[in-house]
């Protein structure tokens, strides 16, 4: 009895050990990020050539955010969608803008000052953990970041964690299709749509829906399973 019990405590650190040692499987995919300064992103991410910038207006029209709700921007970058979300949610709601890259988190926390938000908290995370407490958010929000989660069973786990019951998850990242999709996209992009469906169901999602509103890039809703 004594050994089935040890054996069986064997088996359930060696699960865990699993899950925390997931294999990278982007080595490399956030290098531009190591040391990178806002000053010389925030002319690459806020560019009006780019559809999630160009449209985000109507990418938070459509998230329909309930007013004091509190909202997670994962991979939030110069942080232009948190600064919207913050005058979504209102005064009573809260926005964590979490990224791993220093530079972003102290110039959002500028920006928010600038502007008098003080619903915004920026978090500095790590590649392996949103860092945000556990049944903290109603919905996460990862724009153009999902393909950079070097460890995105992890990442996903951590989200799960930060987000209450019938919380919501939206991905928006690039359409990968072939013949379709620029040379860059096919190469820099790990997963297509259906790939990161299925993805997600494994880390404890359900896929709800999607909105058509963007052209080069999927916005996929998913609710977290119980
Ligand atoms: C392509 S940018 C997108 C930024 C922003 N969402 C946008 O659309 O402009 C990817 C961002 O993800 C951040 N990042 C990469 N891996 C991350 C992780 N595991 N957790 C949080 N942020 C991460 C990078 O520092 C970078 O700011």
Redesign the pocket.
Known sequence: MKLLFTLFLITLTELSFAKVSEQNVNPG??QH?IG?TYQE?VEI??RDE?E??NQRHAVVKALKLPPASDVA??????G??SLLFAEAVGPTGNVFA????ED?ILNINRRAQEQKLKNIHAVL??????LLAPNSIDLAF????Y?????PQT?LASIRRALRPGGKLVI?DFRKQAGLSSDWVMTHVRSDKQSVIKELEQAGFKFESESNLLKSNYFLWFIKKQ
């Open positions: 995919i956030n990020y990178a992103w991410f806020e780019r999630v910038y921007d994962i991979g939030a970058g110069t232009f969608y979490v990224d791993i890259t972003f995370s790590n590649e392996k953990d949103t990862v724009c153009a970041t393909h950079h989660f070097e460890y990442m928006i």
